[in-house]
């Protein structure tokens, strides 16, 4: 990321930390949904940096609601940060194990392998009614954060700003990962893998570590949105929720860490006004926008920085 475009960032992020004071509370509402799925798409994108396309990020954003929900129930936990950390880790353990496998393979039968895992999880989450809720899920009551008790019209806007927070820091995360001699070495996966491991690297390493990050975002993303909503269910982890992490990242491109975020707040907003003024034909309006961006913006929306802002900040 150049020097001006990091600026441009830090300011577009403070900007949206004002906002949440004064705009309304369904708009801030929607914007914590769409920085905590653009986390989620940002995994997706970090993938396919090397190559590999997952329709299974949805296990990982699934994992992460569900144990601060679990924490909370089991262990009367109701502290932000604890919830986010926890979180975090879990879904980075079990990227851990289930990458043992799913490291191996490419192209269609990894998207495929890592779809299955996250069904394998729906399925439970569905049947173990005794211990998920089933298809009501679970209630995640108001949490602290910092420790003090928020009142509920001031508590929207505070899980809003650390979700902002959040993602600022996973921005900056991720921009140094690719950034250094492992980020390269994933862009290398892509590229020629064999001559990769000419030069004396494990392909299988870099692939591992860099789905254990990307389980790392999903399950950040995940997390806040359990405590944006308040409740959990089994359809945070159904190939449908996968399948619009992929769509936002298609929508907002792959060549920067601000894309999926972009891409993200645009799903987000379009879904919404779909859903009110075409209730029942609402995917046609998300299929259309698909068709378009295939046609004229392949690369995603990031591209029409290359056509306005690119001579103003390179």
């Not at 995994?43 to 299974?56: E, K």
């Not at 496998?101 to 895992?117: D, G, K």
């Not at 069904?119 to 009501?136: F, N, P, R, S």
């Not at 998300?286 to 990031?302: D, N, V």
Request: aromatic letters at 14%.
């Amino acid at each position: 990321m150049k020097p001006r475009w990091f600026w441009f960032s830090g300011l577009a992020f403070v900007g949206l930390g004002v906002m949440g004071f004064v705009l309304p509370r369904w708009t801030v509402f929607l914007l914590s949904l769409a920085l905590a799925r653009g986390l989620a798409a940002l995994s997706v994108a970090l993938l396919m940096r090397a190559g590999l396309v997952s329709f299974g990020q949805s296990l990982f954003f699934a994992t992460g609601a569900y144990v601060a929900a679990f924490t909370v129930r089991l262990f009367g936990i109701r502290e932000a940060t604890v919830l986010l950390v926890g979180a975090v880790v879990v879904s980075m353990a079990l990227a851990a194990l289930a990458g043992l496998w799913i490291a191996r393979y490419r192209e269609i039968f990894f998207a495929m392998l890592s779809l299955a895992f996250t069904m394998i999880l729906y399925g439970w989450l569905l049947k173990a009614y005794w211990i998920t809720g089933g298809t009501d899920g679970l209630r995640i009551p108001p949490p602290t954060v910092l420790g003090v008790t928020w009142s509920v019209d001031a508590l929207r806007t505070v899980l809003y700003e650390v979700t902002l927070a959040c993602t600022a820091v996973a921005l900056v995360l991720i921009h140094l990962f690719l950034e250094s001699p492992l980020g390269y070495a994933v862009r290398a996966v892509r590229d020629n893998e064999v001559r990769l491991e000419y030069l004396g690297s494990s392909v299988w390493q870099v692939i591992y570590w860099t789905y254990i990050l990307a389980a790392g975002l999903a399950g950040l993303g995940g997390v806040l949105t359990a405590l944006n909503v308040g409740h959990v269910d089994p359809q945070l982890a159904y190939w449908t929720t996968a399948g619009e992490f992929v769509f936002i990242t298609l929508l907002g491109g792959t060549e920067s860490v601000l894309a999926p975020l972009i891409g993200a707040v645009v799903f987000e907003f379009l879904r919404t006004y779909a859903l009110k003024y075409a209730p029942y034909t609402w995917q046609m309006a998300l299929g259309g926008m698909m068709l378009l961006l295939i046609f004229f913006m392949p690369r995603g929306l990031w591209t029409l920085r290359h056509l306005r802002f690119r001579k103003a900040l390179s």
